[in-house]
């Protein structure tokens, strides 16, 4: 897509670091890491969110992220790694051609904070947005 950053680095337009490629999916290292070894994986054909994403296609960008995370836990002796993925600016999505962040993390670090937990009222309004949600997919 014209003007998008990612799909340039995908056509080799612009420069990259490039970790991983086959014939849907690239992943290369974010220039602004989390963490040392942080890389990004896309697929080569735009999708601007997860919900662009042509079906069928997650499971090369799932074994991407494996092959990664197993190379993570040998090369930067990554302990542990995270896999996430944002959709639209309200999560965070800057770059708008879907990527996951595939985020090396070692024991003990304070890398990525988490969500305070939060509660439902009750059981019943937790299973009744269960319903709605579920009659709505
Ligand atoms: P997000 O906030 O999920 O959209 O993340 C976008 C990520 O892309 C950020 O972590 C940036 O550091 C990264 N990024 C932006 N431009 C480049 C680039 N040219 N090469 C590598 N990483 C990039
Ligand atoms: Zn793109």
New binding site residues.
Partial sequence: MDGC?FCK?AKGE?P?SKVYEDDFVLA?????PASLGHA?VIPKKHAATLLDLEPGSGEALLQAMRKIGKALRKVVKADGFNCLQ?NFSAA????MHL?W?VIPRHEGDQVIKTWAPGKYENMEQMAALAGQLKAEI
């Fill in positions: 950053i680095i612009i990259s290369f290292l974010d220039l602004n990004l944002n965070g999505q800057e770059v990527h962040h």
